[in-house]
């Protein structure tokens, strides 16, 4: 399979899967961060709950997220379908390394 | 009992690199950049991990673990929140994306054990305490404030964290997207410059600009509460939900749309590079203070890529806010694959610290990369035929080399184990003589390959740096900016263009400013390297050289590399560098060349396409 059809396959994913999701939550009001200043008189906030180390192996994962997204049930229905899309996608090669110029990279 | 041996590696973002501590012990890191020759080369770094293996001597097989020091579940979190938080916008971004994050940077643990063909035990850890970690721990302090600082990892963007003995404990922490290191970078993006690499040029631009959106930045773009905890507001910004980090708010807020890459730099753009850096100082010490006031620590580690903002570092230094500081100098993500064999080492194999030395810090000068022996060298050499002179003592040696400097000559200087980090310190670097007014004009134009605005940063023996500078502490790393002082400064000549009109940046920049104009900035600031005998003491015997032909304690360093090119790692790549520009004399540990006994390359006239422009 080429990296065309992956990110077919990726982009299908958004349409059939996450956008539904984001719909969900957006009709329950749910929303996962602030796009700007709030009241608050701090905007500190505490640090992620878990182990600072842990090991994650593959069949881990989808447990893994489940738990992340444990209070978010929209995400947890996700978790399968994204761990059996990320393992059926061809391993991205490595060879461009190339980084836009234009975009912090943080995907 | 046998020692911990831990592998830290950071990759798949930017500036991937891997490190190796042996019980607790800095024994080698590197960045993949140096030995791919990719600038800034985010991919797996196979052959930094090579290297790290051989200078420690061990197979991956006796590896205690090997940490990746980012949390791929926290960081997918906010992927796919940041994508159902903006849907059905982003869609893009994902389908752009979100292979390379699925198939590689979910997988790490598989990655790395195919990688090394073993079946390793894989850590991950959290990205700001690796931050974290790559600072505390090499400090010379037993106890401090942590204060990290980047564009994003996992969910963070700050942290303030304490350390204490072989203990990080992170008290807080600002999350995505409000990001100073974003804001920056979207002034960067805006001015033209790439993002992750233009961020130096911004800061240079500065000083030629007045801060006049400086209220404005502060008024629409980022709000800051009294504890330094800030916000941004994202109708601003574009980084959630399209491939560019402005939008046309943006635009508009700021007159107009972004420079073009490499057209005229304008008053705008001076303008706001002095106003965003003037943001950045204000909210750095807000966060500072209050890192103070809840840790009640009186010294400060600092790491995250605006940590190696080193004119907000001096500043911070000179509000005297913390009686110490020490900042790490592989700040951005390379740092992390060190910060997370540290961390592992201490907190999760319960490794001790070592004492700490109130002289120094752990890091060797930072020079923890590959070095090649005097006998390799040689043989390179002999191998290709090229033409040499050993000389083997040391002040021989630097005397040559500092009459070479002080006939105006230009020296690439290669010696000793390679730096870890973006700065070249006297491992692999190009040296000048600052005195020299032409100096500037030359290392860039027929050196370096471009024209820039900025002065080139000086190193000065560190015994004499107050004659020069006003900085009371050391700054090993080229990580604090201080003033050139007042009685070597010298005021514009009449009749030259103004530092605040709309005019020709390379003509200001070429006005001499000081006595050492090459390193001069226009404000009579200098990013400031101080060298000690004790850390490399053949570098310091060419600054010493040079103090005794001229008086002048200071030479000019800038990175042994053309614009675009990763800075050398192997006397191969230096030779080629020196051979593709206008150097005159290269030092390759004891052995020294000289251009004119050299013959040219051949089949080389296209090697500036190698390089895609920085």
New interface residues.
């Given amino acids: 399979m080429s990296s065309t059809d992956d990110a077919a396959r990726v982009r299908r994913f958004y349409e059939e899967h996450i956008a539904p999701a984001a719909a969900r939550l957006a009709a329950r009001g749910g929303s996962f961060f602030p796009l700007g200043p709030t009241p608050e008189p701090s905007w500190w906030v505490l640090p992620h709950e878990g182990a600072e180390f842990y090991r994650l192996e593959n069949a881990q994962l989808e447990a893994a997220l489940r738990e992340r997204w444990r209070d978010v049930p929209e995400l947890a229905a996700l978790a399968p379908h994204l761990v059996e899309l990320a393992r059926s996608l061809e391993v991205q090669s490595e060879d461009d390394g190339e980084i836009s110029p234009f975009v912090y990279v943080m995907y | 009992m046998a020692p911990v041996t831990v592998l830290g590696i950071s990759c798949f973002?930017?500036d991937s690199a891997a490190a190796i501590a042996r019980d607790g012990e800095i024994v080698a890191a590197a960045q993949e950049e140096r030995f791919?020759r990719?600038k800034?080369?985010?991919?797996?770094p196979r052959q930094a991990i090579n290297y790290c293996l051989e200078e420690a001597f061990v197979e991956p097989d006796e590896l205690d673990a090997v940490?990746f020091y980012d949390?791929?579940?926290?960081s997918?979190?906010?992927?796919?929140?940041?994508?159902?938080?903006v849907?059905?916008r982003g869609?893009d971004?994902?389908?752009?994306?979100?292979?390379?994050?699925?198939?590689?940077k979910?997988?790490?643990?598989?990655h790395v054990r195919r990688m090394l063909r073993v079946d390793v035990?894989?850590?991950?850890?959290?990205h700001h305490?690796s931050h974290a970690a790559s600072a505390f721990y090499p400090s010379p302090f037993e106890d401090a404030a942590i204060l990290t600082l980047d564009?994003?990892g996992?969910?963070?963007t700050t942290?303030?964290a304490v350390g204490e003995g072989a203990r990080i404990r992170?008290l807080?922490?600002?999350?995505?997207?409000?990001s100073l290191?974003?804001l920056y970078?979207a002034f960067t993006?805006f001015c033209g410059f790439?993002?992750?690499s233009g961020e130096y040029k911004l800061m240079g631009l500065a000083p030629y600009g007045e801060a006049r959106y400086v209220d404005r930045i502060l008024d629409k773009l980022i709000?800051v509460?009294?504890?330094g905890?800030?916000?941004?507001?994202?109708?601003y910004f574009g980084?959630?939900d399209s491939?560019?980090?402005t939008n046309e708010r943006f635009h508009a807020l700021f007159e107009g749309p972004p420079r073009a890459?490499e057209s005229r730099i304008g008053r705008r753009e001076m303008d706001l590079a002095a106003s965003i850096q003037r943001a950045t100082e204000q909210v750095v010490l807000g966060l500072a203070r209050h890192a103070r006031e809840v840790t009640g620590k009186r010294q400060l580690c600092l790491a995250g890529g605006v940590a190696l903002n080193c004119v907000a570092n001096g500043v911070l230094l000179r509000e005297r806010i913390f009686d110490e500081l020490f900042i790490q100098p592989a700040a951005g993500d390379a740092g992390g694959a060190l910060g997370a064999a540290l961390?592992?080492s201490h907190?999760?194999f319960g490794v001790p610290r070592a004492p700490r030395n109130p002289d120094g810090d752990d890091l060797r000068g930072s020079y923890l990369g590959p070095a090649f022996s005097s006998a390799e060298v040689q043989a390179f050499l002999d191998r290709h035929g090229y033409a040499y002179e050993r000389v083997a003592d040391r002040a021989e040696r630097a005397d040559r080399i500092a009459s070479a400097l002080q006939a105006g000559k230009v020296v690439g200087f290669f010696s000793g184990r390679m730096e870890f980090g973006p700065r070249a310190l006297g491992a692999r670097s190009i040296l000048g003589d600052p005195r020299n007014p032409e100096t500037q004009v030359l290392m860039n134009l027929k050196i370096k390959y471009r024209e820039s605005f900025r002065p080139f940063a000086p190193s000065v023996l560190a015994e004499r740096c107050a004659e020069y500078f006003d900085l009371d502490v050391e700054s090993p790393y080229m990580l604090l900016v201080a003033p050139v002082r007042s009685e070597r400064q010298k005021a514009a000549p009449p009749g030259a263009p103004p530092a605040d009109g709309d005019i020709d940046l390379l003509a200001i920049v070429r006005q001499a400013r000081s006595d050492v104009p090459a390193i001069t900035h226009v404000d009579y600031s200098a990013r400031v390297q101080t060298v000690r005998r004790d850390v490399q003491p053949d570098y310091h015997a060419v600054l010493d050289a040079f103090a005794r032909r001229t008086g002048c304690p200071v030479v000019v360093n800038t990175s042994f590399n053309v614009r675009g090119e990763p800075i050398v790692c192997t006397p191969q790549d230096a030779y080629r560098c020196f051979m593709r520009t206008e150097m005159d004399m290269l030092v390759l540990e004891d052995c020294l060349l000289l251009k004119e006994m050299q013959k040219p390359l051949e089949d080389d006239g296209s090697w500036r396409q190698e390089y895609e422009l920085d």
């Fill in positions: 973002y930017h791919s990719k800034h080369d985010p991919r797996f940490v949390d791929p579940v926290l997918f979190d906010r992927v796919v929140k940041s994508l159902v938080a849907a059905p869609a971004q994902w389908q752009k994306a979100g292979p390379s994050f699925l198939s590689i979910l997988f790490v643990t598989d035990p894989v850590l991950h850890t959290r305490l564009g994003v996992e969910w963070a942290s303030l992170t807080k922490e600002i999350h995505y997207p409000h290191g974003l970078s993006y790439k993002i992750n709000y509460r009294p504890d905890s800030f916000r941004l507001d994202m109708d980084y959630l491939q560019v980090v890459p961390a592992a907190m999760h």
